[in-house]
């Protein structure tokens, strides 16, 4: 195969977008009978271009919503109970009739297209990791690398979707960054490709905390494949199950953080290199809250850096520092507060009080830099509440009123609302031997789940490539089973890409509190 050959013909993608972009526009809005189901009345489908939008970061405008016709075809329906999940939205319901790695290419093109062209993108010499050379792939029909480098880190997470079409057309996926670029790594699963030189690349995809021998590496979230890929023995459900837990119960962060509870400072240095892989103890509150996370599996279903390693929550400081840890976060997953008053005394009633699983970074200073004198930025997060309602943390504690004293990983009471006087934020961390933090102002970052819960009401979400049953509770935390009842939707059903769905009214008295 010449290189002219592996070249992506689009004339067939550009016509089928120019006739269905004349079939659709310009139609109204379509109407609403009585006592139907809104999400299979109104199915709306976002132009490819704007699936990508970032409108926090970028400052876009709102994305265009396109309707199709009224139908009153009922959402596929599959039998789910041979498989580890349901099928992702987005994924055929049997494997497409053309397998071969070219035709998967050109309708991956077709899917994203407006966001990339990947003929532009794609490089012929590149880097194979298990024999530590550069190979020419020009003749090689299995794989394929693009250069992406605006998803670099910390902005994987805008890599989502497209991962996510080239995962259900039947590739394994990697982000790599070599040679001054940021790249996609695309490997066909196909027999041919097992028996290459690749074969690593496509055994270690599914695997639990699999890498392939690639320093290049970029580790981030996988994607659940389509269900047609189990089917002809692609990936097992064994391998699934082991891969993707997706409990969509409340995290137990205060659980997950009592492990690593260190009384004195030579034991929180112990824990703080051998078990968070951080050097210093004193400073070791970014990749101790980003570890927390990680173990109670609080990181979001998305594409993301931030899911292998902390290194997103080290030398953060989301004012000036580049916006860490908040701008390696997809902007659709949090709400942030940002309140420019002092920590100790602020009543935090105002804001609807810290809940399990707020993510604070406290200021220690009016610009970038310490002022020093015991003045330092922190970031933790709230764990839990006790019986008397006040909110814990698990976090490293400095004495350092005359330099640093001592040192621990302790349990401590944050506040107890209504007591503005306790805890440490009011206390030890306001100039009571363990420094001041928090005297310019702090942020609060809260997971869109925790909004919804506080809340309790009916919220509409828009279903992502991707996304099954299973990982929309995940990311919100309610039951599959409320999720299908709430929408009338029976056990097994398919979700389509950009169709609205209702997250249910939840009732706390019975699920539990916050």
């Keep these: 195969m010449n290189t002219e050959s592996k070249k992506i013909t689009f004339s067939f993608a550009v016509s089928m977008g120019l006739i269905l972009a004349s079939f659709i526009v310009g139609q109204p809005d379509p109407p609403q009978a009585a006592g139907q189901i809104k999400t299979h009345v109104q199915r709306k489908v976002i132009p490819a271009v704007s699936l990508f939008q970032d409108e926090r970061l970028e400052n876009k405008d709102e994305p265009i919503v ?16 041979a498989y580890a999940f349901h099928n ?68 994987t997470y805008r890599a989502d979707l497209i991962i996510a079409s080239f995962v259900q057309n039947g590739f ?7 040679a001054g ?10 027999i041919g490709a097992v028996e290459s030189l690749w074969i690593d690349y496509i055994e270690k995809y599914w695997q639990q905390d699999g890498i392939p021998e690639d320093e290049w590496i970029i580790p981030v979230t996988k994607k659940i494949p389509c269900q047609w890929m189990i089917d002809v023995d692609y990936v097992s459900n064994e391998a699934l199950e082991s891969t993707f837990t997706l409990d969509w119960q409340i995290p137990d962060y205060l659980s997950a953080g009592r492990q690593y509870l260190a009384q004195s400072c030579s034991r929180a240095y112990r824990v703080s290199q051998e078990e968070l892989g951080y050097w210093d103890a004193t400073s070791v509150c970014g990749p101790l809250t980003w570890q927390i996370t990680h173990d109670a ?18 030398n953060a400081n989301p004012k000036y520092w580049g916006r860490r840890p908040w701008i390696g976060f997809d902007p659709e997953t949090y709400d942030l507060i940002r309140v420019d008053q002092a920590m100790a005394g602020f009543d935090f009633q105002s804001i609807g009080e810290l809940n399990s699983g707020d993510i604070i970074f406290s200021y220690g200073s009016p610009n970038q830099w310490d002022l020093g004198g015991g003045y330092f930025a922190h970031i933790f997060m709230v764990a839990g509440l006790d019986g008397e309602n006040s909110r814990l943390a698990v976090t490293n504690m400095v004495k350092n009123q005359l330099g640093v004293e001592d040192c621990n990983i302790s349990e401590v009471v944050l506040y107890t609302p209504g007591d503005q006087g306790s805890g440490v934020i009011n206390y030890e961390w306001n100039d009571h031997g363990y420094g001041t933090t928090g005297r310019y102002g702090f942020d609060v970052f809260r997971w869109k789940w925790i909004s919804y819960h506080l809340e309790g009401e009916e919220r509409e979400y828009q279903v992502r490539r991707g996304d099954t049953i299973e990982t929309i509770a995940f990311d919100w935390k309610v039951s599959p089973q409320e999720i299908l009842g709430a929408n009338e939707l029976l056990n097994g059903a398919q979700f389509e890409p950009g169709q609205m769905i209702t997250l249910p009214a939840l009732d706390h008295e019975v699920r539990g509190e916050l």
Excluded: K, M
């Excluded at 016709?69 to 959402?75: A, N």
């Excluded at 940021?182 to 490997?187: C, I, K, P, Y």
């Excluded at 599996?297 to 080290?314: C, H, K, Q």
């Design 181 to 190: 670029d940021t790249r996609l790594l695309a490997v066909a699963l196909s």
């Design 66 to 81: 396109i309707y199709l016709p009224q139908t009153s075809q009922e959402l596929p329906v599959f039998e789910s109970s």
């Design 297 to 314: 599996e609080g990181f979001p279903y998305r594409i993301g850096n931030y899911d292998a390693n902390s290194d997103l929550f080290i």
């Design 172 to 178: 394994a996926v990697w982000l790599r960054s070599y």
């Design 88 to 155: 992702p939205a987005g994924c055929a319901p049997a494997a497409p009739a053309d397998l071969s790695p070219q035709a998967r290419l050109e309708n991956v093109q077709l899917e994203i297209a407006g966001r990339l062209d990947l003929e532009d993108r794609h490089i012929n010499y590149i880097w194979h990791g298990p024999s530590g050379s550069f190979i020419d792939i020009a003749d090689d029909p299995y794989v394929y690398e693009f250069q992406i480098n605006e998803f670099q880190p910390p902005f």
